[in-house]
């Protein structure tokens, strides 16, 4: 069974930093993309960033690009979003995904607030 389960969300203050872990199980890890996505309040889900299979190459929105990082331990079957200098702007709840030639998969989500 495929599951991915977020983790590290919370409440930080203007100017934080939070690290959002994905744990996988169920399926070959290393074989797939990686993404973290966020959708606030009354808005669409966007993507944050990605990686790639082996954590080689990474690309990022332009909203936080310098401010977060994205990672994988495939060893581990984890992933990471490492995410600093937050702003308010950034409250939303953060999803995983992972998508391969079988298709994708979404976490449940974990909610960040930046309070100003």
């Known amino acids: 069974q495929v599951q991915l389960v977020e983790s590290g969300g919370g409440l930080v203050q203007t100017g934080g930093s939070l690290r959002l872990s994905c744990a996988a199980s169920?399926?070959?890890?290393?074989?797939?993309?990686m993404a973290w996505y966020r959708q606030a309040p009354g808005k669409e889900r966007e993507r944050v960033a990605i990686?790639?299979?082996?954590?080689?190459?990474?690309q990022y929105a332009a909203f936080v690009r310098g401010r977060f990082t994205i990672s994988r331990d495939n060893a581990k079957n984890m992933g990471y979003l490492q995410m600093t200098d937050l702003k308010p702007e950034d409250t939303a709840v953060y999803y995983c995904?992972?998508?391969?030639?079988?298709?994708?998969?979404w976490g449940q989500g974990t909610q960040v607030t930046v309070s100003s």
């Open positions: 995904q992972v998508s391969g030639q079988s298709g994708g998969s």
């Open positions: 169920g399926f070959i890890f290393s074989d797939h993309l």
């Open positions: 990686i790639s299979t082996s954590g080689s190459s990474s």
